[in-house]
């Protein structure tokens, strides 16, 4: 019987370098933020999301990049059971980007951020209960630690926005990387100057972001971006 990695000792999990301690410290940085969602005014809930964002994004990048093909290769099931969570990600990117759309009133804004916060604390019991478990009873703790580097290195290059439209398995997800996280770290410090205050350059900067966004939008569009794809994490537009 597998045992949750959420239950486990960094010991258990192979070390602080190993993959596994480091999903385990980012799905608790992830419930400290949904929790803090939770709690936020209406003002401060556009801070919280970006820094979900900006965890959540390159997270799931970095497994579908380097975990989730380690997995179809040594499981018999490994597709199976990354599709489920695939899906999930690829309901997180398309719940993102219509949150993205509502205007702050909207009354739809409500129901659509409930979703997006249940398929994210969903994602997280899956990895944590079926999924990383598995992929434990088969590698060594040097494998682990070999792919958390891995791991990590995606993780921090990798795009920090929404994009439905990019494939969720390589090469379309890889080929996409580089230009899509240049451009959504620039809209980051764009939006983030922003939100720490509405200065008279705050017009201004919202076209840059608005710029940024449609030219990832273009980019993400390219059909070579979804080279890969599983037709039940396919989507042809936004």
């Known amino acids: 019987m597998t045992q949750s990695i959420a239950d486990q000792t960094v010991a258990e999990l192979g070390g602080r370098l190993s993959v596994l301690t480091r999903q385990q410290k980012d799905h608790i940085e992830l419930d400290r933020l949904l929790r803090r969602l939770d709690g936020a005014e209406a ?20 497994e579908e990049s380097v975990l989730w093909p380690v997995m179809r290769r040594v499981l018999p099931d490994g597709h199976e059971l ?8 690829q309901e997180v990117n398309e719940l993102v980007t219509a949150l993205e759309a509502l205007d702050a009133d909207d009354p739809q804004r409500e129901t ?23 992929l434990q009873q088969l590698l060594r703790p040097g494998q682990l630690r070999g792919l958390g580097l ?7 290059t990798a795009p920090t926005r929404a994009h439905p439209v990019v494939a969720r ?14 451009l959504d770290r620039l809209r980051d410090l764009v939006d983030a100057a922003v939100l720490r205050g509405p200065g008279r350059g705050a017009p201004a900067l919202r076209s840059v972001s608005t710029g940024l966004a449609a030219l990832a939008h273009r980019i ?19």
């Open 43 to 62: 003002t401060d809930q556009g801070q919280v999301l970006l820094r979900i964002y900006r965890l959540v994004f390159p997270h799931a990048f970095a």
């Open 82 to 89: 990354t599709l489920q969570v695939e899906q999930e990600h």
């Open 112 to 134: 659509v951020l409930g979703r997006l916060v249940e398929v994210l604390r969903e994602d997280v019991r899956d990895e944590e209960d079926e999924l990383l478990p598995r």
């Open 150 to 156: 891995a791991w990590e290195v995606v993780r921090r």
């Open 169 to 182: 398995r390589p090469p379309g997800n890889v080929i996409a990387a580089l230009p899509l996280s240049v």
């Open 220 to 238: 993400e569009g390219l059909p070579v971006m979804r080279r890969g794809e599983d037709p039940s994490t396919g989507r042809a537009e936004l």
